[in-house]
């Protein structure tokens, strides 16, 4: 069993990162969709996937990010995220993405606004990341959700 979520974490961060690079263009800055949040459902699946989401946001932050306070922050948030969104994993699986669209937009919206130095208002940045995050999370994160759900039904009983 050990073995296993070691893979799966190892593979999820993989796919994160991969995904968060390949799309580095919309996935940085004050108007950023990180496709890889979608894969921030992926607790509700397996406790692999908060290291794994840990990792390889690490990765792709360090590789490509807005900096220190980028790796930090950034994957920080996404490590908090993970672990509330697995904390819900009894509750509706619609409440499941709102934990990465609320921190990411507070923690990665004052990192731009007060430490990025983006030039607009804590408010604003939060509003940025806050709809980024969300339409990852939703428009592609529940699709992938009910996917995994439809292929895999036996983990949610």
């Not at 004050?30 to 406790?47: G, K, N, W, Y």
């Not at 994957?75 to 609320?102: E, G, M, Q």
């Not at 937009?105 to 130095?117: E, N, P, W």
Request: with cysteine; proline share 6%.
């Amino acid at each position: 069993m050990y073995i296993k979520r070691m893979v799966q974490g190892a593979l999820i961060a993989a796919i994160y990162a991969a995904l968060t690079l390949l799309l580095a263009p919309i996935g940085y800055g004050l108007m950023q969709i990180r496709v890889s949040e979608a894969l921030c459902v992926l607790p509700l699946f397996t406790p692999a996937a908060v290291p794994g989401l840990f990792v390889g946001c690490l990765l792709a932050n360090l590789i490509a990010g807005l900096g220190i306070y980028d790796v930090v922050i950034g994957s920080l948030a996404t490590l908090a995220a993970a672990v509330i969104t697995l904390l819900l994993k009894k509750r509706s699986p619609w409440i499941a993405p709102l934990p990465a669209v609320i921190v990411n937009a507070l923690a990665v919206g004052a990192m731009l606004a007060y430490l990025v130095g983006v030039g607009e208002s804590f408010a604003v940045c939060a509003a940025y990341v806050g709809a980024g995050e969300l339409i990852a999370c939703y428009a592609l994160g529940m699709p992938l959700y009910f996917a995994l759900k439809r292929v895999n039904p036996e983990v949610f009983e």
